[in-house]
Nanobody
Framework: QVQLVESGGGVVQAGGSLRLSCLGS????????MGWFRQAPGKEREFVAG????????SYADSVKGRFTISRDNAKNTLYLQMISLKPEDTAVYYC?????????????????WGQGTQVTVSS
């Protein structure tokens, strides 16, 4: 089992940057495929980015491709999401998630563990 705690959210102007972190507990963090999801007000939670357990492959939603970068440091049990060129439409609660598989998934139901979320607000 793994517990996940996100941090790094906040308020930023359009065009700005933020880096989200997700600290995982437990010795098996490195064995999980990981993902970032987000949920904007009135919308369903959506996939943002995913990364394999080794960090050697990743995938992004079209809406963030070229602006967001997912990475992980297994020695630190930490997942990251570097976000640049932020837009007001990126405003959402961002969640990290872990799944008991070597790769990521794009569906919520494929993940076993979730963090509590961190708010990102991008002002225009």
């Amino acid at each position: 089992q793994v517990q996940l705690v996100e941090s790094g959210g906040g308020v930023v102007q359009a065009g700005g940057s933020l880096r989200l972190s997700c600290l995982g507990s437990g010795r098996t963090f490195s064995s999980y495929g990981m993902g970032w999801f987000r949920q904007a007000p009135g919308k369903e939670r959506e996939f943002v980015a995913g990364i394999s357990w080794r960090g050697d492959s990743s995938s992004y939603a079209d809406s963030v491709k070229g602006r967001f970068t997912i990475s992980r440091d297994n020695a630190k049990n930490t997942l990251y999401l570097q976000m640049i060129s932020l837009k007001p439409e990126d405003t959402a609660v961002y969640y990290c998630a872990a799944r008991s598989a070597p790769s990521w998934g794009v569906r919520e139901y494929s993940y076993d563990y979730w963090g509590q979320g961190t708010q990102v607000t991008v002002s225009s």
